[in-house]
């Protein structure tokens, strides 16, 4: 929603803000989640916002794969602690996921 938000900012506009090329930044969690925002493309799309208005993201430590084995163990427990053990979930929430299938690769 944030995303939206600022897209449909009118301060922003006022600033000389184009609409049209947006660039993000997060950190640990929210570079996760802006992550599934640009990788699975279900989330842009029920906010309105055309994937190409959509022109960088920067992911600083976020978890790419909630499913992936190599997490660290923290991350493990967190994880299976947030979603229950629901695999399925973890798979559906990892951009990692999104970005292979896109690419074919999945």
């Known amino acids: 929603r944030g995303v939206a938000a600022i897209r449909r900012d009118v301060r922003l506009?006022?600033?000389?803000?184009?609409?049209?090329?947006?660039?993000?930044?997060?950190?640990?969690?929210?570079?996760?989640?802006?992550?599934l925002?640009?990788?699975?493309?279900r989330w842009l799309d029920a906010l309105g916002v055309p994937r190409h208005h959509l022109r960088a993201l920067i992911d600083v430590s976020g978890v790419a794969s909630l499913s992936d084995t190599l997490l660290w163990p923290a991350r493990q427990l967190i994880a299976a602690?947030?979603?229950?053990?629901?695999h399925a979930a973890a798979r559906e929430l990892s951009p990692l996921t999104h970005a292979r299938s896109a690419a074919g690769t999945a």
């Open 37 to 41: 925002i640009a990788c699975d493309r």
């Open 81 to 86: 602690c947030l979603l229950g053990g629901d």
């Open 13 to 35: 506009i006022g600033l000389g803000a184009d609409r049209t090329k947006l660039v993000f930044m997060g950190n640990s969690s929210g570079g996760h989640l802006l992550s």
